[in-house]
């Protein structure tokens, strides 16, 4: 399929028809076959359009269009050499669909095109040319010309060279003109023609910002046809935004300076309800929309800021303050231009006469008008034009094309945007009135009564309350009017208060007020609650309203004293109401209690030692004063009572709060009476116990015990997983008061899971297993307990699972493949040895971590493992049985160790030797190895003990005049005195028994190739740095631990600096090889220096590797 084309086509019906801000350019990458990560690279524009056109033309071999890019792009230069002697002329003529310039020492573009198309370059002296006439060395004359000229001119100039001194790449960023317009009759070859068939106009420019290893690309296009809207808002200098700006931007966006604004406007008086519709008018936008959710109410923000703002004694009416009076005026003209610019413009742009060409930057999402001066400012610099696009002026469009978006756009495709855009706006319509209603809740006043401290619904909600949707850009006036009609029996006065539901019933606060506001002016939100009532009284009974007597809910706790007059320590608990702003001995009136003592409970300890006696001065503060919310405990204690009690009744009350309730719906579709129970439970009850009593109270068959699963129902009534039945309600994250559904069948385990995807996938046999897909897409752990379910393993729904051959070992099993390992020590016979191995064992694997080639040994770091088999061990198992076991191994018999103790053990990690495990005794449990460890075992000539605080080294010493090393010898170095480099040094000194002011010391980084030596940097670091920090070899930079080679250096016998060896050399020299085989290979496919592959900003950074740009395409018949 000729995909490419296509979808260059449709992006640009997209773009040309479609009534949205934005298009997606995914189909066109993903036809190019670019995988997101080559989307995020970045490419050389000049590249890309080379493969495009190479692409689209590939892709329209055989069609209509197949000469499409070369009628359009396609032009010739003849390069000529004449001959002096016999005016013999040769001639070659070279194709281009893009002419490169030179920038670097031009100054612009005629005079690049008059250095390679009008001067001659003159062969003479000792630059002779071989004429094939003459037959012999004669003076000649080169030249170019251009022969054909296609219909668009395509420049692209070459920004970035090649500094050969410092051996880096730049940008050319000096100053480089190129003209509107442009005759290139001097620069061709025909100059008999009109004028007219050698002038160009310039129609687009791609502008590249940054350095030569990133940066951004932008482009100016002439609206040839005046398609998009060329309107300029306000004369606005730069395009792009500066800080300053950006700073005063986000001053304007400040509430506060609007307001003063507006104030000021007003002349510094205003009623408020009137300010909400000023703000609206001057930013466009109402207070709610913009502010509310930061700053709260409009009128709370006022009181906010009563250092500005100055509201009248009945709040009617604001005026700013005396002093931020002045200040705001000054504020305000500063802004005056910037807050207007914001709005919309009054008049439509005046559509600009015809004649004068309409221009855009088109920068990412960003597409605005420019004026065609403005390209000049690409002349130069670090954001400076990359690619010119020139057409020939004779190329006229038809005037059908003027201002006709929908020219030349193929029929399909016009109606495929029609019934795009169709769809667009029903989604708008949809989004708009789904954006701008309220919800609201009319709760009716003559259907409720006052009952216990609160309103309640006298029947029930559904018939007391009322939803109602209202868009809520109408006003209040015409919410009151639509509730008149709604309530055809309402009497006398309406009064419309917001109210909520809290815990003790209805409570009402504020009445609202203004009608002429639009309800996001008020202070209604969606969702919210309306009271609808004559504003004094419900069923007779005078209402407080407002957020001082909201009713709050208490928990109180008194002794039950009524039974026998004996204090039995049976503590009743019963819920109380009381107006917020009572006093708080209400308490013992409401209870009958003549005289008692109250303690609070501070919330945030329940049922700890937070009760506190109020003290009797304290009575007559009010419950919100003392601090008590909804749902507080107050505990009551007759006067006389002795405190005792209350200890021993706190833990009473511990328990009881911890006592709550669940709900289990059967969702078992069995038949049954019950269709949902509340058992009681507690955080620590098991899941197992509440389904086997919900069961019970559900009357179901006890059969279902062993074929049922509990599992949580959400908020929104979904069925989540299966809980485990031995999960106790906390582990199990589950909330007092949740709904459970008992549902038939087990949860699956992970074996039914194995059984099923085994079945799925067509595979025989129990010789599989599931490894759970970790974060980089590979096998992670595998799921080893069969028994799990999927929760307890902590699947998500979602996760990918992993079908992996080869059987799990039993639960509390490690599956250990074990490796040899031995340095490349003097022993002749091991390296024998080794060959014979790797001839005679059929499963040897060896890996080698450096090559030996050509080197002798004694070479550190390197590395081969010799692959010996896998063991089954429990995790249970000490580390020398782990060895005992590994002796086992068939390939052992020949190594002749003689105990676990000769054996040192690594874990392996990228096939080297890792951690290295120190104790025998420890069970490998303890080592947390995780399920994918494998082992290597290294020989030892006798046992070792090493401690906690102990690094294993192997240091060599150099050989003078020889760059190598002595065999590796183990070196045991105690780190507990801190670990630093002089104790590391005195240890090996003392090792080879040389002064210690006498050696050098390095560390090896095998693959870097490189030593690092120890002593010198320590020296000169510790008179700039802490001594501390540095002096810890086993942080930065050394990182120095189990395994690592420790070169020596006698200075004694050898004295100069260098620790490196041949094989060093070699193998930072294949290293780099490999790093410019890489750039090399990239650099084949550029015809010139011009390139910005890399995604790093600087060269100082790393860079990403640079990599081919492709695109495919399709294959078709
Ligand atoms: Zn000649």
Redesign the pocket.
């Known amino acids: 399929v000729r995909i490419i084309p296509l979808q260059l086509q449709r992006l640009f019906a997209q773009l040309l028809l479609l009534d949205q801000e934005a298009a997606s350019t995914t189909d066109l990458t993903d036809s190019f076959g670019w995988t997101s990560n080559e989307e995020m690279r970045q490419h050389d524009v000049q590249e890309l359009n080379r493969i495009l056109f190479s692409a689209l033309e590939t892709s329209l071999v055989g069609t209509s269009g197949h000469d499409l890019i070369n009628r359009l792009y396609h032009g010739t230069i003849v390069n000529q050499i004449v ?1 002096k ?2 005016k ?1 002329v040769s001639e070659r003529q070279e194709d281009f669909l893009d002419l490169t310039v030179a920038v670097k020492n031009v100054s612009g573009l005629e005079d690049a095109l008059w250095n390679m198309y009008v001067e001659e370059e003159v062969f003479d002296c000792d630059n002779l040319y071989h ?1 094939g ?2 037959d012999r060395l ?1 003076k000649a004359a080169k030249s170019a010309k251009l022969r054909k000229l296609p219909p668009f001119l395509t420049v692209s100039l070459l920004r970035f060279n090649f500094d050969f001194v410092k051996c880096e790449r730049y940008k050319e960023t000096s100053c480089y003109t190129f003209p509107l317009r442009i005759n290139l009759k001097p620069f061709c070859e025909q100059s008999e023609l009109d004028d007219l068939e050698y002038t160009y106009d310039l129609f687009s420019v791609i502008i590249h910002k940054g350095g030569c290893y990133g940066g951004h690309y932008h482009v100016y296009i002439k609206d040839v046809d005046h398609l998009g809207n060329w309107q300029f808002q306000e004369e606005k200098s730069k395009p792009d935004v500066n800080l300053k700006d950006l700073q005063s931007e986000e001053e304007i966006d400040h509430p506060l300076m609007i307001l003063k604004a507006i104030l000021l406007e007003e002349n510094n008086l205003i009623p408020v309800d009137q300010l909400g519709q000023k703000l609206l008018k001057k930013i466009g936008i109402s207070w709610n929309k913009k502010y509310r959710k930061q700053h709260g109410p409009l009128r709370k923000f006022l009181q906010l800021h009563s250092q500005i703002f100055l509201l009248s004694s009945d709040e009617s009416t604001v005026r700013l303050l005396k002093n931020s009076s002045l200040q705001a005026e000054s504020d305000f003209q500063r802004n005056d231009q910037q807050i207007f610019k914001m709005l919309p413009p009054e008049s439509p742009g005046l559509n600009n006469s015809i004649s004068c060409p309409h221009w855009f930057d088109i920068n990412d999402s960003k597409v605005q008008p420019i004026r065609e001066k403005d390209i000049e400012q690409q002349f130069q610099g670090k954001e400076s034009a990359y690619m010119l696009f020139y057409r020939k002026s004779q190329l006229q469009r038809p005037p059908e094309a003027r201002a006709n978006p929908r020219y030349g756009v193929p029929c399909h495709l016009l109606n495929e945007m029609d019934a795009a855009n169709i769809e667009l706006q029903t989604k708008r319509a949809e989004c708009d009135s789904a954006s701008n209603t309220f919800e609201l809740h009319l709760h009716l006043g003559p259907q409720y009564h006052f009952f216990n401290g609160a309103l309640h619904p006298v029947v029930s909600q559904t018939e007391s309350v009322w939803d109602l949707t209202f868009d809520k850009r109408k006003t209040l006036g015409d919410l009151r009017q639509s509730i008149f009609q709604l309530l055809e029996f309402w009497e006398g006065d309406m009064v419309l208060s917001v109210a909520k539901l809290v815990p003790a019933g209805l409570h009402i606060y504020q009445s609202l007020g203004g009608d002429e506001l639009t309800l996001c002016e008020t202070e209604i939100a969606d969702g919210e609650d309306i009271f609808v009532w004559n504003g004094v009284e419900v069923g007779g009974v005078h209402i407080q309203t407002g957020i001082d007597c909201e009713p709050l809910l208490l928990n109180v706790l008194h002794l039950d004293t009524s039974s026998d007059g004996e204090k039995c320590c049976q503590v009743i608990e019963s819920p109380h109401v009381f107006p917020a702003n009572a006093e708080v001995g209400t308490v013992l009136t409401a209870l009958a209690i003549p005289a008692g003592v109250i303690f609070i409970n501070s919330a945030g300890c329940p049922g700890g030692e937070g009760w506190t006696a109020i003290p009797k001065e304290d009575m007559r503060k009010t419950f919100r004063e003392q601090g008590l919310r909804n749902g507080s405990s107050v505990l009551i204690q007759d006067s006389h009572d002795d405190n005792s009690l209350l200890t021993k009744e706190e833990k009473w009350v511990t328990s009881m709060n911890e006592i709550d309730w669940l709900h289990v719906k059967n969702l078992c579709q069995l038949e049954s009476e019950e269709k949902q129970v509340k058992i009681s439970a507690t955080v620590n009850t098991m899941v197992f116990d509440i389904r086997i009593k919900a069961i019970k109270e559900l009357k179901l068959m006890k059969e279902l015990a062993d074929n049922s699963c509990l599992r949580p129902i959400d908020r929104n009534g979904k069925l989540l997983c299966p809980v485990p039945d031995s999960y106790t309600l906390k582990e199990a994250e589950l909330k007092m008061g949740s709904s459970l559904g008992l549902c038939l069948g087990k949860a699956p385990s992970s074996s039914q899971c194995l059984k099923l995807m085994l079945k799925k996938s067509g595979l025989q046999g129990d010789a599989w297993h599931l490894r759970k897909m970790d974060w980089c897409y590979e096998a992670g752990e595998p799921l080893c307990e069969e028994d799990a379910t999927l929760k307890e393993l902590l699947i998500c729904s979602g996760d990918t699972l992993l079908l992996i051959e080869g059987q799990l070992p039993p639960p509390g099993f490690l599956k250990v493949p074990i490796w040899w390992y031995q340095l490349q020590g003097p022993s002749g016979h091991w390296e024998s040895h080794q060959d014979q191995t790797n001839c005679t064992s059929s499963r040897g694997r060896v890996w080698r971590a450096a090559s030996s080639q050509g080197a002798s040994g004694n070479e550190p770091a390197q590395v081969s493992l010799l692959y010996l088999g896998d063991i089954e061990i429990s995790e249970d198992a000490t580390l020398a049985e782990l060895k005992s076991q590994a002796m086992t191994l068939p390939p052992f018999l020949e190594f002749g160790v003689p105990s676990p103790a000769h054996l040192r053990a690594w874990t392996v990690e990228r096939k080297r030797p890792g951690r290295l495990l120190r104790t025998d005794r420890q069970p490998l449990r303890e080592y947390k190895l995780g399920r994918r460890i494998e082992i290597c075992l290294e020989p030892l000539q006798k046992g070792e003990n090493l401690g906690p605080q102990d690094v294993l080294l192997r240091t060599q010493v150099r050989i003078p005049g020889e760059r190598t090393y002595t065999p590796a010898l183990d070196l045991v170095w105690n780190a507990a005195q801190g670990g630093t480099a002089g104790s590391l040094r005195q240890r090996v000194a003392d090792f080879y028994c040389l002064p210690v002011e006498k050696i050098e010391i390095a560390k090896y980084f095998p693959e870097k190739f490189e030593w690092l030596p120890i002593s010198s940097w320590n020296q000169q670091i510790t008179k700039r740095k802490k001594k501390k920090k540095q002096d810890y070899l086993q942080g930065a930079p050394y990182y120095l631990k189990d395994g690592d080679t420790i070169g020596v250096k006698n200075l004694l016998i050898d004295d100069d600096d260098d620790f490196s060896t041949i094989r060093d050399d070699t193998g930072k020299e294949k290293q780099k090889q490999q790093a410019l085989g890489r750039r090399k290979s990239q650099e084949a496919l550029h015809e010139h220096s011009s390139y910005i592959l890399s995604s790093a900003e600087t060269p100082a950074r790393p860079r990403a590797p640079e990599t081919s740009l492709s695109i495919h395409v399709g294959s078709f018949r």
């Open positions: 001959c002697e016999c013999n004429c006439t003459c004669v």
